[in-house]
């Protein structure tokens, strides 16, 4: 049993040398950007006090947060974890608690923030089809402007162990796994994981651990917008605005989502996402080959395939390490990958 079972994600944290330009970025994407204390802060459309946060520093990644369900169970981790609760001076106010993973990551889980009523998202008009026409007397007139960013829906993270990572997530926080990718059978790098929320579906995967090469850092933050046409417009838009793609569009594999990559002007990679995957906690865990992984179903495939990207610094080397030890693994037929 873990400690508490969260919610959901929060919000990730940055610094970044210039607020102006980021808050430039942030708005093109579709965020709603509020100025307060010297940080910038970037709601959504479901009305939670923030999703995205950016300080005056240094560019790198800081932190990521979580939602406990109840002041009551922030407490009851807090007393487990020996750590002090604190108040939470940040738009929407509530308790926070601040730890640190394996890896040196700092996260942060709030309870009791104050949530505005959810703002009514664009609506999409039904498509019409070979096998049904509901949209009939109506055309579809789509303006150039911002997604819509609705909420924040998943955040990955590069680790050094995955295996001593999944745990400590999994004893505090009840994640489940969804999708646990292999480099080899029974050999796992990595695993999407879940919020459990009993009978109540919730996204594929909440959080993403991956044991690759290279230091540590966050890979991606992901933001569901309101719909496949709100995406496109979005990506539209930011091609319009001279922002740099990363990845996109097209759809994954796994968690199923349409997808599409930026960069935001500090090197940090955000995602604008729909349609993804829900599952139950009574929901089995799946294994995926490291192929699935960037993989998709159709659209563009990652720059690193399409020779657009060169590889991550220490890849090949990584990779070719990786193949030498699955040889001497399968010559031993040994139960265990050394990373």
């Known amino acids: 049993m873990s400690v508490i079972r969260i ?6 944290r940055f610094a970044a040398p210039d607020l102006g330009v980021m808050r430039a970025f942030l708005e093109d994407f579709g965020l709603q950007v509020l100025e307060a204390d010297g940080r910038l802060y970037g709601r959504g459309l479901d009305g939670r006090p923030f999703l995205h946060v950016t300080e005056t520093g240094p ?16 407490e009851t981790l807090a007393a487990h974890e020996g750590v002090p609760l604190e108040d939470l001076n940040e738009p929407g106010g509530g308790k926070i608690l601040r730890l640190t993973d394996p890896d040196g990551y700092r996260v942060e889980v709030v309870a009791g923030q104050a949530r505005e009523a959810a703002a009514s998202l664009p609506v999409e008009l039904p498509r019409n089809t070979a096998a049904a026409r509901p949209r009939a007397n109506t055309t579809i007139r789509l303006q150039a402007a911002p997604a819509h960013v609705v909420r924040l829906g998943h955040a990955v993270l590069k680790v050094r162990d995955f295996h001593r990572s999944e745990r ?12 646990e990718v292999e480099a080899a059978e029974n050999v796992p790098v990595g695993a999407f994981m ?37 995406l496109m417009v979005g990506h539209q838009y930011l091609k319009s605005r001279k922002r740099q793609s990363a990845w996109g569009v ?10 599409d990559y930026w960069n935001d002007p500090f090197g940090n990679e955000l995602e604008h996402w729909t349609d993804g995957d829900l599952f139950t906690a009574g929901d089995p865990p799946q294994k ?15 720059p690193m395939f399409a020779g657009k990207r060169p590889p991550p610094p220490g890849l090949v080397s990584f990779v070719t390490a990786m193949l030498l030890r699955l040889e001497r693994l399968f010559r031993r037929k040994a139960p265990e990958f050394a990373a």
């Open 288 to 302: 995926q080959p490291m192929s699935a992984l960037l993989s998709v179903q159709w659209g563009s495939p990652h």
């Open 168 to 179: 400590w997530y999994k004893d505090r926080f009840g994640f489940l796994t969804s999708d």
């Open 59 to 74: 560019a790198r990644f800081l932190a990521v947060g979580f939602r406990a369900e109840s002041l009551a169970d922030l």
């Open 7 to 12: 919610e959901d994600i929060a919000h990730v």
């Open 250 to 259: 097209g759809r994954h594999i796994m968690g199923s989502q349409v997808f």
């Open 194 to 230: 879940r919020c459990d929320r009993g009978d109540t579906p919730t996204d594929h995967h909440t959080l993403f651990l991956a044991q690759l090469p290279g230091p540590v850092g966050l890979l991606h933050a992901a933001f569901e917008v309101a719909g496949f046409d709100d």
